[in-house]
């Protein structure tokens, strides 16, 4: 799809996604209250503007695909940002699909679906199950539950999880500035600046900051220091005094929750949100006469 200009185009293609914005967002009816949505919502259609304004980006081969996979992307940072113990539970269980040979996980239909090994690539099952599950035995449970046919994961997630509690939701910090931030580094040469102030933070309040670090629509910011080649990975391992190889293992499950920091770097959730709260403002006093 080419890029265009014209702002009656730009709006029509607006108008074009919300209804696949919404039927995306229904596939996680339940986790998501309805200002959830909306801030869903709204980061889904910031990125459509500047991905279809921006000369330079690559054409959309399926725009109602990049749509529902920019949502999903969105929707689902935010469950793991709001569900941090469902978060764990859901690493678990995919741990196990993707290390247990008796088990697959691919993908259908832009969702992840694990099944039994033989039964690779077959469509997933959308009935409810009896099938008792543990939290504690998944492996089991998975085998029983999954010998009946494959699963959305996200739903097998959602099986497993009934009756955790989370913690409240006024206990989980706000994203905060650091996104703000980086909205505004239109250059190289800002987030240059902004990755040599980084490093002149103290280390535990640089990782707390990197491995939390959000883009506008909740996912991880991270990637953008070197895919500007400001900073590589190995820098960025380097920064967080992490070999290079386990940065490489949580790549794709960044921006990590405050609990799981903390189990990295041995600290309490709250130390993690304090340091990341100094490092913040820190980083504000010092850009902000950029």
């Not at 996979?69 to 196990?96: G, Q, S």
């Amino acid at each position: 799809m080419p890029l265009s200009h014209d702002r009656r185009d730009l709006e029509q293609l607006l108008a074009d996604a919300e209804p696949v914005i919404v039927r995306t967002l229904s596939r996680r009816r339940g986790l998501l209250t309805e200002a959830d949505v909306e801030d869903v919502r709204g980061a889904v259609r910031l990125r459509l503007v500047r991905k279809l304004t921006n000369e330079e980006d690559e054409p959309i081969a399926s725009f109602a695909d990049y749509v529902a996979i920019v949502t999903l992307h969105a929707a689902d940072d935010l469950i793991r940002a709001k569900h941090p113990r469902r978060t764990m539970l859901a690493n678990r269980i995919r741990y196990v699909v993707t290390r247990d040979s008796r088990f697959a996980l691919w993908e259908h239909e832009r969702e992840l679906v694990c099944g039994l090994a033989a039964a690779r690539g077959r469509a997933p099952l959308t009935a409810d199950s009896d099938v008792p599950l543990d939290p504690e035995r998944i492996a089991p449970s998975l085998e029983r539950l999954l010998a009946h046919g494959p699963r959305v994961l996200h739903a097998v997630v959602s099986m497993f999880a009934v009756g955790l509690h989370e913690p409240a939701v006024h206990e989980l910090e706000p994203i905060g500035v650091a996104p703000r931030i980086l909205e505004e580094l239109e250059s190289r040469e800002l987030l240059t600046k902004l990755w040599q102030e980084i490093g002149g933070l103290p280390p535990r309040q640089r990782a707390a900051l990197l491995l939390n670090l959000r883009d506008e629509a909740g996912g991880s910011a991270l990637a953008l220091f070197p895919q500007t080649n400001v900073a590589s990975v190995a820098a960025i391992a380097q920064a967080l005094a992490m070999p290079a190889d386990e940065l490489a293992a949580i790549w794709n499950d960044l921006p990590l929750d405050d609990d799981r920091i903390g189990t990295l770097f041995d600290l309490k959730r709250q130390q993690v949100i304090n340091l990341r709260k100094a490092a913040r403002e820190r980083l504000g006093r010092r850009m902000a006469r950029w």
